[in-house]
Antibody, heavy 118, light 109 residues
Framework: QVQLVESGGGVVQPGRSLRLSCAAS????????MHWVRQTPGKGLEWVSF????????YHADSVKGRFTISRDNSKNTLYLQLNSLRADDTAMYYC???????????WGQGTLVTVSS | QAVVIQEPSLTVSPGGTVTLTCGSS?????????PYWFQQRPGQAPRTLIY???NKHSWTPARFSGSLLGGKAALTLSGAQPEDEADYYC?????????FGGGTKLTVL
């Protein structure tokens, strides 16, 4: 069965960096696009980033452009999100989500919590 | 940046029908926005219910349906169950990327 397991979250000071990982199993990872979505505690969802099946096409939300970078290692079945220049308003639960072959979001991971605080 | 607009909260009686809507600050919502609907129960990750306006995944209960209604995307729940009490989010695709609505808190009471 499809499994997406995020890791790498934690408490980090403003201005520092963090790398999140999303380990995929139960499907052919290299065939599908992937998203990162975040959710501020008690608030709504915010789309963060998308990468195509081979990593050649990437999009980022304006709120993270220039600070966050999505990437993937298909040999390791793992999706990444590099978070640089972190700010307090980046504090959120970060979810990875898989797409279908047609590009529709289907499965979600359980999330990893990032807290930016001094 | 576009703003996606949802009702903050709605209430439905058990067994009743309710329609949640999703509008766009840039104009009418069309199939070209590839509307999604997600359900999120307290303490859980989101779950995709509807994609591309009206398509269901294998796990989507038959009582949920998606459509376009009066320039908005719509999620209709027919025959509400207690377990349908949750937050519901729509997602639209724009030229610059995807934008979520603020979510609708649905109470089954």
């Amino acid at each position: 069965q499809v499994q997406l397991v995020e890791s790498g979250g934690g408490v980090v000071q403003p201005g520092r960096s963090l790398r999140l990982s999303c380990a995929a199993s139960g499907f052919t990872f290299s065939a599908y696009g992937m998203h990162w979505v975040r959710q501020t505690p008690g608030k709504g969802l915010e789309w963060v980033s998308f990468t195509s099946y081979d990593g050649s096409i990437n999009y980022h939300a304006d709120s993270v452009k220039g600070r966050f970078t999505i990437s993937r290692d298909n040999s390791k079945n793992t999706l990444y999100l590099q978070l640089n220049s972190l700010r307090a308003d980046d504090t959120a639960m970060y979810y990875c989500a898989k797409t279908t072959a047609a590009g529709a979001i289907d499965y979600w991971g359980q999330g990893t919590l990032v807290t930016v605080s001094s | 940046q576009a703003v996606v607009i949802q009702e903050p909260s709605l209430t439905v009686s058990p067994g009743g029908t309710v329609t949640l809507t999703c509008g766009s600050s840039t104009g009418g919502v069309t199939s070209g926005h590839y509307p999604y609907w997600f359900q999120q129960r307290p303490g859980q990750a989101p779950r995709t219910l509807i994609y591309d306006t009206d398509n269901k995944h294998s796990w989507t209960p038959a009582r949920f349906s998606g459509s376009l209604l009066g320039g908005k995307a719509a999620l209709t729940l027919s025959g509400a169950q207690p377990e349908d009490e949750a937050d519901y989010y729509c997602l639209l695709l724009y030229r610059g990327g995807w934008v979520f609505g603020g979510g609708t808190k649905l109470t089954v009471l």
